[in-house]
């Protein structure tokens, strides 16, 4: 019996035919997801710290809380959030299951971040290069590396959701510019890398909006811009630098200015200044009586505060985030109004915020 030849050509494509489903190409977008994970998870740490906690009867008593973060120089430096950093006896876990000791190096409460040291003579370590956040667009990939619920690494994956959103830290400060993503973030993820498309770091995860308690895709990250400069300066003195003005301020609302008789209806009105601080040196008026609104008492005559270097200010915030743009000792000028109806503009050297200072002090 004569066997019928089939033609090479018919035969590949029978062979593509019958060839199992499933085996399809990774796409491009794909392999970039890989080989990022693969590159940077590395450079990417657990941190273990010792927490206090409190029972129903809110007797106190020891707990582990976890989070990630990520090593910025091949010196051990690791940056991370302050709120992952528990009382004491930090252990930081490397990629490769190796355990080390950690040092909190310095915190900073306005921006919740912390850097933490380890040492690491004979380990050669992967670190996370740091990019630039000032020109990010809403849609563009971004890439958290972390450690979720203790659970161990992963990877997820979103994109830019906003940019240039408002986040109020701990302590009262506002934190700028800070990074919204759809990118999922779960308790254990705050601290590590929010990671562009090229690898680079363009964010440290820091908060979830969650109205349950669970992730609801709506993530924080810290831009990497601020990260570097407070990173930067927990290094050089444990501490990171802010503006003082010495002086503090409440909002001004206009049944606050037509009670109190002020010819201005909004802006930021100095109830008090710190003796020989920088807003007494510049001659700015504190309050010198008080006027009741309601059932409060608030000081009266003190100058209000309604534009700052030309920037036009409604309330505390908005002055604050203009004096934050500066450094202790750079000037600013002040565009004031007073309790008779004069306005000038007032010329203030800024110091350096005081690390302990009385509440509400700005």
């Given at each position: 019996?004569?066997?019928?030849?089939?033609?090479?050509?018919?035969?590949?494509?029978?062979?593509?035919?019958?060839?199992?489903?499933?085996?399809?190409?990774?796409?491009?977008?794909?392999?970039?997801?890989?080989?990022?994970?693969?590159?940077?998870?590395?450079?990417?740490?657990k941190i273990t710290s010792r927490i206090i906690e409190h029972d129903l009867l809110m007797k106190a008593f020891p707990a582990e809380g976890t989070g990630s973060g990520s090593i910025i120089d091949s010196r051990g430096y690791i940056l991370t959030n302050k709120h992952v950093?528990?009382?004491?006896?930090?252990?930081?876990?490397?990629?490769?299951?190796?355990?080390?000791?950690?040092?909190?190096?310095?915190?900073?409460p306005g921006s919740d971040l912390a850097v933490v040291k380890i040492e690491v003579p004979d380990e050669e370590l992967t670190v996370i290069p740091m990019g630039d956040s000032a020109n990010l667009k809403v849609g563009q990939k971004a890439l958290s590396i972390g450690d979720p619920f203790g659970l161990g690494k992963s990877l997820s994956v979103g994109v830019i959701s906003s940019v240039g959103r408002t986040m109020k830290a701990a302590n009262g400060f506002l934190v700028e510019n800070v990074i919204q993503t759809d990118a999922s973030i779960n308790p254990g993820n705050s601290g590590g890398p929010l990671i562009d498309s090229s690898g680079k770091m363009i964010g440290i995860t820091t908060a979830i909006f969650s109205p349950t308690g669970a992730s609801v895709g709506i993530g924080f990250a810290i831009p990497v811009n601020l990260a570097r400069k407070v990173a930067a300066e927990l290094i050089q003195k444990g501490y990171y630098s802010y503006t003082w003005l010495g002086a503090t301020l409440i909002n001004l609302f206009p049944e606050f200015a037509q009670t109190l008789k002020l010819p201005v209806t909004s802006g930021a009105l100095v109830v008090e200044t710190v003796h020989g601080g920088?807003?007494?040196?510049?001659?700015?008026?504190?309050?010198?009586?008080?006027?009741?609104?309601?059932?409060?008492?608030?000081?009266?005559?003190?100058?209000?505060?309604?534009?700052?270097?030309?920037?036009?200010?409604?309330?505390?915030?908005?002055?604050?985030r203009e004096i934050h743009r500066l450094r202790p000792g750079d000037s600013v000028r002040l565009g004031i109004v007073r309790s008779d109806g004069t306005s000038k503009i007032v010329a203030v050297t800024l110091g350096e915020r005081p690390r302990q200072i009385t509440t509400g002090q700005q």
């Open positions: 019996m004569r066997h019928m030849r089939i033609p090479s050509l018919m035969l590949v494509l029978l062979c593509l035919t019958w060839a199992p489903s499933g085996a399809s190409a990774l796409t491009d977008e794909e392999m970039n997801n890989i080989e990022l994970y693969s590159r940077l998870d590395p450079g990417v740490v950093i528990g009382t004491d006896k930090l252990r930081v876990t490397l990629a490769n299951g190796k355990k080390f000791e950690g040092k909190l190096v310095g915190s900073d920088p807003a007494e040196k510049a001659g700015l008026k504190s309050g010198s009586g008080e006027g009741r609104i309601g059932k409060g008492v608030v000081m009266t005559g003190g100058d209000v505060i309604v534009s700052v270097n030309g920037v036009q200010v409604s309330d505390v915030d908005g002055a604050l």
